[in-house]
Every structure is written in structure tokens, then in C-alpha cells.
């Protein structure tokens, strides 16, 4: 099983950005679809994308969609989120996942989480 430990959450104003890490090991990663997730206070965790094995193709929520930038790096085993024009309804924990589905990630059923990473957006 691969385990998944995210990065680089924070405070930050509205209109702002931050960059989230994913760092991956254990079983092979590159033969893992990858998805960020975030979940706020009383709500369901949601999915906001994902990026098949080879990373040459993305899946955007849309409502993080041409705001939000999912990518990876296979060499090293990491998968960031790139997350521009933050807004105050952004606010919460954010988490990676891996499966060998990619559907599996749409419907928030993963094979493995990582620990979650908070990101605050003040207004």
C-alpha cells in the first residue's frame, strides 16, 4: 500500500495562492492515479481532481476548475495542487489519495488517504 503524507497548507488572504504537496512511498506510485480532496467543517469530504498514472491527463471539480492545477512528478514520487484566486469557502482540510482507479478517487472511495493538510483563505 502506498502512504501519503501532504504539505504545505497554511493561512492566507483571499485572491491569494498556496502550493500543497503530496509525498508518496511505498508500493509503486507511478502506477497509481493521484487525487486531491478537501474537506470543511460539517460537510462531506468533496473531490476536486485527479491525474491518471502517467500524468498526462486531469480531472477537475468545478468548482476548483481554472483555479486549481493538479501535477506530478513521478521521478519523485510527489503530486502537488496548485491553488490560485483562493476564496473564503476554500477554507479546510485538504488531502491526497491514490488508487488504481481513477473512478474509484471520483467517487471518494480511495485505496489510501493521506493525513490531511489545513488551508485557512481570510477574507
Known amino acids: 500500500q502506498v502512504q501519503l503524507v501532504e504539505s504545505g497548507g497554511g493561512l492566507v488572504q483571499a485572491g491569494g495562492s498556496l502550493r500543497l504537496s503530496c509525498a508518496a512511498s511505498g508500493r509503486a506510485f507511478s502506477t497509481y492515479a493521484a487525487g486531491w480532496f478537501r474537506q470543511a467543517p460539517g460537510k462531506e469530504r468533496e473531490f476536486l481532481g485527479g491525474?491518471?498514472?502517467?500524468?498526462?491527463?486531469?480531472y477537475y471539480a468545478d468548482s476548483v476548475k481554472g483555479r486549481f492545477t493538479i501535477s506530478r512528478d513521478n521521478t519523485r514520487n510527489m503530486v502537488y495542487l496548485q491553488m490560485d484566486s483562493l476564496k473564503p469557502e476554500d477554507t479546510a482540510v485538504y488531502y491526497c489519495?491514490?488508487?488504481?482507479?481513477?473512478?474509484?478517487?471520483?467517487?471518494?472511495?480511495?485505496?489510501?488517504w493521506g493525513q490531511g493538510t489545513q488551508v485557512t483563505v481570510s477574507s
Open positions: 489519495a491514490v488508487d488504481q482507479s481513477l473512478h474509484q478517487l471520483v467517487i471518494v472511495n480511495p485505496e489510501s
Open positions: 491525474i491518471i498514472r502517467g500524468g498526462g491527463s486531469t
